[in-house]
């Protein structure tokens, strides 16, 4: 019975990462291994060509940058509007501070994919079409961040902080020296979830960036043009080029991302 | 607050009106956005694509990352290796994933025909267009539904399980006295963001099928986005992005008030 388990745990995960082993072996792939039949699984050699090629005739590495620099300080400032927003909810009183926090969680239930239309209108006058500004100002609020970080201040004893201000300290620095070191695993789980957020959406990037130049990763992976003309092994090498680093760290992360899962919903 | 309530009230508004292709709102039309779009076939055919795709979507999604969290249940080194892969697809944009998907189910050079050693037209035959459409919307979602099912099975206690055995429980009722009623509140929450991500589907839409062939999977909001974007056509965009948001809402308020009378929290 055991053994059976396993065969089909193992059987059924093979084909779940398929398509991750095939693009890397394919990005190797020479044109005549594509169309030789039967099909190839292994590339015949190790043929470097193609990621060669893929930086050569497409503007990729403009794509990573841009994406990284979206990415990093999308991260940054959405951080930290939601430790400020997080922070006053939690430590100020204020009239309808409850009212206010109720809005701003509200937003979670409005679909982000169905308001880009009129989204994307308030960013053409506002004249952010093709800047790295317009890809990440509708990422800055995030209502889930403010409330899982305040959901962690709360167990912060109030004390903590008027102690710290009789003391002359200001709330800036209390948040630097001793909140933040304190929720450390929060922010710093928070952040990547942030930074693999805006740097995996596709839709918004899409119609922000008409510029070939402005475009971010995701959106010029499927403009490079080589898989309409069924020159597939410049198109593996740029996602295999892209993903395994991220598969790597997937790999070696395993167990924090399945813990920070499993405490998430055990503290409901 | 701009990004979110200020277009939703301006979706709503421009869906009542004609709008010039510069957003501004030129005269109030009441109903008539609504009677058009609801008399066009092309509304037609993405409402009925979003809803079929939701059904077929959303119990092959459940069945399938729920299945794969209950072997991966294990201990041992293969086991963790199973679940590592089990959640890798995670790792993998949106965008790459999906222009892999459109390689290797390509149906004369991709590697997906070759394996089954079929012949099928992925792309130009209107149910198989759905089907992959279905595979990849599952593929987008394994890994990080796996890792929430995981997670509440782990949480399971082991003695209770082990109780049960002794009793002469046999799996299946095991599963389905013991360790399902434990995880309701996961499977609730992951059938309530499943159905969401089914009704806005849009993206992966986008890069495979481009609605094809014969707008078989044309779906709602790539509607929406054809007509804003492609068209021009913003008054009719925002009147879809209206009926999403309306589906959207009873769907889940239907949900919610089920799982108020279902789910029993410890």
């Not at chain 1, 019975?1 to 093979?14: G, N, V």
């Not at chain 1, 839709?203 to 490079?224: C, I």
């Not at chain 2, 209107?126 to 539904?145: E, Q």
């Not at chain 2, 986005?225 to 889940?252: D, H, Q």
């Amino acid at each position: 019975m055991r053994f059976i388990k396993a065969s089909i745990a193992t059987l059924f995960s093979l084909v779940v990462i398929f398509p991750i082993i095939y693009t890397i072996s394919a990005s190797f792939f020479t044109y005549a291994d594509f169309t030789s039949i039967p099909a190839k699984l292994l590339p015949s050699s190790f043929y470097l060509e193609n990621y060669v090629r893929a930086f050569a005739e497409t503007s990729l590495a403009r794509f990573l940058a841009n994406s990284f620099v979206t990415a990093t300080l999308g991260m940054l400032l959405r951080m930290g509007i939601s430790i400020g927003a997080a922070y006053a909810f939690t430590f100020f009183t204020f009239k309808g501070r409850d009212v206010l926090f109720f809005v701003v969680i509200a937003t979670m239930l409005l679909p982000s994919d169905a308001l880009i239309l009129a989204n994307y209108s308030t960013i053409r006058t506002l004249g952010l079409t093709d800047t790295y500004l317009g890809i990440i100002s509708t990422k800055l609020l995030s209502p889930t961040h403010i409330f899982m970080l305040r959901q962690y201040f709360k167990t912060m004893s109030r004390e903590y902080r008027e102690a710290a201000l009789i003391e002359g300290c200001s709330d800036a620095r209390f948040i630097t020296t001793l909140l933040l070191p304190i929720s450390k695993a929060v922010v710093i789980t928070l952040g990547i979830h942030s930074f693999s957020n805006i740097f995996n959406d596709y839709l918004w990037p899409l119609l922000v960036t008409n510029k070939e130049g402005m475009r971010t990763v995701q959106v010029g992976l499927t403009m490079l043009g080589f898989s309409e003309n069924l020159d597939y092994g410049p198109q593996f090498a740029a996602i295999a080029l892209l993903m395994i680093p991220i598969v790597i760290a997937f790999i070696i992360m395993h167990s924090p991302i399945q813990n920070s899962v499993s405490s998430r919903f055990a503290g409901r | 607050m701009v990004f979110s309530y200020r277009p939703f009230l301006v979706t709503i508004l421009n869906s009542f009106h004609t709008v010039s292709i510069m957003g501004e709102r030129f005269k109030f039309v009441g109903l008539e956005n609504y009677s058009r779009l609801f008399a066009s076939q092309s509304f037609q055919d993405s409402l009925s694509n979003t809803l079929r795709f939701t059904l077929f979507f959303v119990p092959a999604n459940m069945f399938l990352c729920l299945s794969a969290a209950l072997l991966a249940n294990r201990k041992g080194k293969l086991a963790t290796l199973n679940q590592v892969f089990f959640f890798l697809p995670l790792a993998v944009g949106l965008s790459s994933s999906m222009m892999i998907f459109k390689m290797i189910f390509n149906p004369s050079l991709g590697i997906v025909n070759h394996l089954l050693g079929t012949s099928i037209q992925w792309f130009n035959n209107p149910k198989a267009a759905m089907a992959l459409l279905v595979i990849a919307g599952v593929y987008l979602d394994f890994g990080f539904n796996f890792l929430l099912f995981h997670a509440a099975l782990r949480n399971v206690p082991k003695d209770l399980i082990e109780v049960a055995q002794i009793e002469g429980a046999s799996p299946f009722q095991t599963f389905r006295y013991l360790i399902f009623p434990l995880i309701g509140p996961t499977v609730v929450f992951v059938l309530i963001t499943n159905i969401k991500d089914a009704m806005l589907i849009s993206s992966p839409v986008l890069i495979l099928t481009e609605g094809g062939p014969f707008r078989s999977t044309q779906t709602l909001v790539y509607q929406m986005y054809l007509e804003g974007f492609k068209s021009g056509n913003y008054a009719v965009g925002s009147s879809i992005a209206t009926v999403v948001f309306l589906l959207t809402f009873s769907i889940l308020l239907i949900l919610m008030r089920l799982q108020r009378r279902r789910v029993y929290y410890q």
